[in-house]
Nanobody, 115 residues
Framework: QVQLVESGGGLVQPGGSLRLSCVAS????????IGWYRQAPGKEREGVAC????????YYADSVEGRFTISRDTGKNTVTLQMNTLKVEDTAVYYC????????WGQGTQVTVSA
């Protein structure tokens, strides 16, 4: 069993920054990769970034490459998504997900980028 709780969303102007956190509890945090996904109104959920269990490998969607950074802190069971130079099109509910035999999702956190 894995429980994931996201936080850090909010309203920000274009060009601004936000830092999302995903805190995990339950199964050993060191043994699974975690990904960030987002879903905008009327659109399908899409992958944004992923980090391996060791933190040594990361993946970014083309749309966020160079602007977002994913990292993990094993001591705090936390995966962070630092989002810089935010655009209106980054507006979405952001979710973190872990695969431990099956997918586990957090409840999501709303990110709104608007002037």
């Amino acid at each position: 069993q894995v429980q994931l709780v996201e936080s850090g969303g909010g309203l920000v102007q274009p060009g601004g920054s936000l830092r999302l956190s995903c805190v995990a509890s339950g199964s050993a945090f060191d043994f699974y990769a975690i990904g960030w996904y987002r879903q905008a109104p009327g659109k399908e959920r899409e992958g944004v970034a992923c980090i391996s269990s060791s933190g040594g490998s990361t993946y970014y969607a083309d749309s966020v490459e160079g602007r977002f950074t994913i990292s993990r802190d094993t001591g705090k069971n936390t995966v962070t998504l630092q989002m810089n130079t935010l655009k209106v099109e980054d507006t979405a509910v952001y979710y973190c997900k872990a695969y431990v035999g099956r997918d586990y999702w957090g409840q999501g956190t709303q990110v709104t980028v608007s002037a």
